[in-house]
């Protein structure tokens, strides 16, 4: 089963490491995510840039509003996710919480997912 894992954190305090601060965590991370990806559990992983960098369609109007930056304003951003390939619930908590221990603070939400469409930027579709 396909899960999505949800990175969360303060930007405030990501945005505030310094590049060998930052340079330590993905290090870290690596790690985990190679042993993930010998072991065909790893999908895509994204880092999402700053919510400063965000544009939000508002869809509810006609026609749509356009907003600078993101739709909600909370303590914590979602910052990045995986997709990964597990047996259930528990395998992914396993891996949040591996991961957990290599990038501390912020929070993992993990939802189940189904894909929608399959497709890909390499064959040109876009």
């Known amino acids: 089963m396909l899960y999505a894992l949800l990175c969360y954190h303060s930007e405030d305090v ?3 490491w310094s590049k060998e601060e930052d340079d330590a965590v993905m290090a870290r991370l ?5 042993k993930l990806a010998k072991a065909g559990k790893l999908g895509p992983t994204l880092r999402l840039m700053p919510t400063t960098t965000a544009t939000t369609l508002r869809k509810e109007k006609d026609p749509p509003v356009i907003l600078d930056g993101p739709f909600a304003e909370t303590k914590e951003q979602l910052l990045g996710f995986y997709v990964l390939d597990c047996t ?3 395998e992914a908590l396993e891996i949040a919480t591996e991961l957990g221990r290599a990038n501390p603070g912020g929070s993992y939400e993990i939802r189940p997912v189904g894909i929608f469409f399959e497709g890909s930027f390499g064959s040109g579709a876009r």
């Open 88 to 90: 259930g619930l528990d």
């Open 30 to 34: 690596a790690v985990v995510q190679e």
């Open 14 to 16: 990501v945005c505030s």
